[in-house]
């Protein structure tokens, strides 16, 4: 049990639950102002690999990083035109965007690449890892904390902030009124649209920061559908969470520690197809617990509202 229970297995969970949470907060800002993202999945593949595709063309991770979010930018504005200056259904909008996601890259992988199934290079370069000064000699902190990419710790601190801008600043208030009721929140002179694709595209920054950190801060390469069902996974933490940052932020601790805890299991003689599935199964169980249906009403109502 306690070779279960290691140092590494809780640091693994610090990377595992990182595309989780960003996507999941990502979904969380979408939910607040109305418009249910069922698109994160798609949005993190995009972000995946377009961050390959920007390091294998500038050799620069920074840039790769900064190419990931630009791309998941443009799929994220097309989401929101249709969602909401065309009036389109929003969950029929998501699920296509996933399945246009999942056809592109695998398409993009075989034009760009030559390659199919995967895309690795040994020369190129993935995220750095940071050491925190001080926290790096603490015993067993130390060793879970310290030594991950500089996504890792952005996800924390963006918890932070997201919790401080939504309900200690106006703007924060503005936002809220926006999903919460759009009428009402028009007759003050507060812009809804513009406030939700204001949310709509900072929701495609932070799925680009999980598809970077997906493909070069954990494993510097590309496969076809890499993201694995993680974007249903940050879905299912954000209605967990109630779109609370601090919420989602430990919904996605229990399902990033699933995923490494079913990795580790591998090792220990258990079939992989059953390790492989323990993160969906808790997923399962944890909507079935999920006995608040008012999270989806609000949800809905405002984006009814809206129109």
């Not at 590494?8 to 607040?32: E, K, N, Q, V």
């Not at 592109?104 to 750095?128: C, E, H, W």
């Not at 993160?279 to 609000?298: G, H, N, Q, R």
Request: charged content about 10%.
């Amino acid at each position: 049990m306690d070779q279960l229970f290691d140092v590494s297995l809780f640091a693994s969970t610090l990377r595992m639950i990182t595309p989780i949470l960003l996507a999941a907060l990502g979904g969380a800002l979408c939910a607040r102002v109305g418009l249910f993202n069922v698109g994160l999945e798609g949005l993190i593949l995009i972000g995946a690999f377009s961050a390959i595709v920007g390091n294998h063309l500038t050799g620069n991770v920074w840039l790769a990083v900064l190419f990931a979010i630009v791309c998941v930018l443009v799929f994220s504005l097309l989401l929101a035109y249709m969602a909401i200056h065309l009036k389109a259904n929003v969950i029929v909008v998501g699920i296509s965007l996933n399945f246009l996601a999942l056809g592109l890259t695998t398409f993009s992988l075989r034009a760009i690449f030559n390659v199919k199934g995967a895309y690795y290079d040994k020369s190129m370069v993935g995220l750095p890892k940071w050491d925190i000064p001080l926290i790096k000699d603490i015993p067993w902190v130390g060793d879970v904390v310290s030594g991950h990419s500089p996504l890792v710790y952005l996800s924390i601190v963006l918890v932070a902030c997201l919790q401080y801008y939504l309900f200690k600043t106006v703007s924060g208030f503005r936002l809220l009124a926006a999903g919460q009721n759009p009428v009402a929140a028009r007759s003050l002179g507060i812009k809804v649209t513009h406030i939700q694709y204001g949310a709509v595209l900072m929701c495609g920054v932070l799925c680009g920061l999980a598809g970077a950190q997906l493909s070069l801060g954990q494993v510097t390469m590309f496969t076809e559908g890499m993201t694995a069902g993680r974007g249903f996974i940050a879905l299912v933490a954000t209605m967990l969470g109630q779109s609370n940052p601090l919420g989602v932020a430990g919904a996605s601790l229990l399902f990033g520690f699933m995923d490494a805890l079913s990795t580790r299991l591998q090792g220990y003689a258990l079939p992989v197809h059953f390790t492989m599935m323990l993160p969906y199964v808790v997923t399962i169980i944890a909507m079935f617990f999920f006995k608040d249906k008012s999270y989806l009403a609000e949800a809905r109502k405002a984006n009814e509202s809206s129109r």
